[in-house]
């Protein structure tokens, strides 16, 4: 049985809960963080996703949430974009290869979990992503040496 469950996020609140209940730096009450973030979400609209972390055995509890953005060129194939996962709690691959399976085409990941047995089949790639410019995002498009997730 996995220990997760994942849920796209559709609405700013939910992102703002799972920070809240997470101590996450993108909770309203740290300001800055949260109003980039915010922006970022409404500037970005489709090219940013977070989804919430929720543990398997009790779902109504909140563990996390990731923001992953789309690096596909917009004249680019739409069906199968690529997405950069940006930040992530708890730092878990399965968590990863939950989200992966929500989203269509291709997500990649910093060298994160380099010691876990999920990631061992994971190809390195050296490339430069086009992560679109937004208020708050901790990657930037200078990043290189990705890893693709394996479904």
Not at 75 to 90: E, G, R
Not at 131 to 142: F, G, L, Q, T, V
Request: with cysteine.
């Amino acid at each position: 049985m996995p220990a997760y469950r994942v849920e796209k996020a559709t609405m700013w609140g939910q992102v703002e809960e799972a920070a809240t209940l997470t101590a996450r730096c993108i909770r309203p009450d740290l300001g800055t963080n949260w109003e980039r973030a915010k922006q970022t979400w409404e500037k970005l609209g489709n090219d940013v996703v977070y989804f919430i972390i929720r543990w398997w055995t009790y779902p109504n509890a909140i563990v996390g949430y990731a923001r992953l953005f789309n690096t596909t060129p917009s004249s680019a194939y739409s069906n199968n974009p690529t997405w950069a996962l940006d930040y992530i709690w708890p730092s878990s691959a399965e968590a990863v290869v939950l989200i992966a399976d929500e989203l269509p085409g291709n997500v990649l990941i910093k060298s994160l979990f380099s010691t876990d047995p999920l990631t061992r089949h994971w190809p390195k790639m050296a490339l430069s992503l086009a992560i679109p410019e937004a208020p708050y995002r901790i990657h930037s498009d200078k990043v290189s040496d990705w890893h693709v997730v394996i479904k």
